[in-house]
């Protein structure tokens, strides 16, 4: 014969429902949480980081410094500690010439993470070697056009020749920088080391390098034409 449950186990059993229920509730809540943190750290499309590659030779490859010290990596710490969402990958390397840019350049834009920013500094290294500027002038011209149709833009970055190299030389290796940009619709900046070369507290003993105080006045340099691209990227991307 069916007997109904005595009162206190009735009573007793109330509270475990409660508890029960209240249970639910929480996890859920928790669950719910957890969910909106995870779809706020996932990031989207629009909060990808921008590539940026670096293509140099010693006056971008932190020459005999730490790399810490070097433009490139105070770039891009700068860049971060503003909120910009950059990924700089500094290519550059000591010595290297145009034809030896041409490879690595190759070997980047083949990558999975293609570069939206190529930022070009060679041609030094030529000059040095006395090379005829014609030669310099296309075999430059051919970089940056592998990079722009890459599908990247492209910031050209201007160098000057000791003047111990002659004006013959060194007045027609400066300008080809502002031709090339022109011709190939590039971006320019006209001499890296404005306000450096010559200055022998900003200078190497050597006369052709930065030292750790001259690389932060050279990030002064090409800051603002850097922030500016970024901010153009964001607004094309809230379109």
């Known amino acids: 014969m069916y ?90 390397v000591s010595g290297l010439t145009i034809a030896g840019g041409e490879q690595i350049l190759f070997a980047h834009i083949e990558s999975a993470q293609k570069p939206e920013l190529i930022i070009i500094e ?9 090379r005829p500027i014609p030669y310099i002038q296309q075999s430059l011209t051919r970089l940056v056009k592998q990079a722009k149709n890459s599908g990247a833009d492209v910031l050209l970055l201007g160098i000057q020749l000791p003047p111990n190299r002659g004006k013959r030389y060194t007045e027609p290796f400066f300008g080809l920088y502002e031709k090339i940009a022109t011709s190939e619709k590039a971006m320019l900046m006209p001499f890296l080391l404005e306000g450096v070369a010559g200055n022998s507290e900003l200078m190497k003993k050597d006369g052709l390098h930065p030292n750790a105080e001259g690389q932060k006045h050279v990030l002064n340099n090409i800051y603002p034409l850097i922030s500016k691209w970024l901010k153009q990227q964001d607004k094309q991307r809230s379109k």
């Open 3 to 92: 007997r109904s449950p005595t009162p206190w186990k009735i009573r007793n059993s109330l509270p475990l429902v409660k508890v029960s229920a209240r249970l639910c509730t929480l996890v859920l809540l928790l669950l719910s949480a957890f969910s909106s943190l995870a779809a706020n750290t996932v990031p989207t499309k629009d909060q990808s980081s921008r590539q940026i590659l670096v293509l140099g030779d010693s006056l971008s490859a932190a020459y005999q410094l730490d790399k810490d010290q070097g433009w490139v990596t105070l770039l891009e710490n700068k860049l971060k500690s503003e909120g910009y969402l950059v990924d700089i990958n500094n290519a550059s």
């Open 122 to 130: 060679l041609g030094a290294n030529d000059g040095l070697q006395g």
